[in-house]
């Protein structure tokens, strides 16, 4: 496929699809013809330890999470090549799936493989 018959909103609807899976992922909105908004959390580490050392009470720290969120933007450079921006935090999970979409994408588009930018 060239950046000819290159579409946002189906690299959009592609990459939600993509992400549905990941269980961390809580939320996926379009907030723009060409962007696409996730949201995450992560259990914070420390949660963790204190619903094992302070069991059974501590288990009510396990509802402590960190809430993230990364943007996904789907545009055509200037050589006219199809490109992903992603900006923001997510966790592992949907880093991992990120990446592995990324990979996809400039495989499918451009027939280069590259990895897609992932937040830290």
Not at 40 to 51: H, Y
């Given at each position: 496929?060239?950046?000819?018959?290159?579409?946002?909103?189906?690299?959009?609807?592609?990459?939600?699809?993509?992400?549905?899976?990941?269980?961390?992922?809580?939320?996926?909105?379009?907030?723009?013809?060409?962007?696409?908004?996730?949201?995450?959390?992560?259990?914070?580490?420390?949660?963790?330890?204190?619903?094992?050392?302070?069991?059974?009470?501590?288990?009510?720290?396990?509802?402590i999470k960190e809430r993230m969120a990364?943007?996904?933007?789907?545009?055509?450079?200037?050589?006219?090549?199809?490109?992903?921006?992603?900006?923001?935090?997510?966790?592992?999970?949907?880093?991992?799936?990120?990446?592995?979409?990324?990979?996809?994408?400039?495989?499918?588009?451009?027939?280069?493989?590259?990895?897609?930018?992932?937040?830290?």
């Amino acid at each position: 496929m060239t950046s000819a018959s290159f579409d946002t909103d189906a690299v959009i609807d592609w990459l939600a699809a993509g992400l549905s899976g990941v269980t961390s992922a809580t939320d996926f909105q379009r907030v723009a013809q060409d962007r696409l908004q996730i949201r995450s959390e992560r259990v914070e580490w420390w949660a963790v330890l204190i619903a094992i050392f302070a069991f059974p009470i501590g288990l009510l720290a396990l509802l402590i999470k960190e809430r993230m969120a990364c943007e996904v933007r789907v545009f055509v450079d200037s050589d006219g090549r199809p490109q992903l921006a992603v900006t923001g935090s997510a966790n592992g999970a949907v880093r991992k799936r990120l990446k592995k979409l990324g990979r996809e994408f400039y495989r499918h588009y451009t027939g280069v493989r590259q990895s897609a930018a992932v937040p830290a």
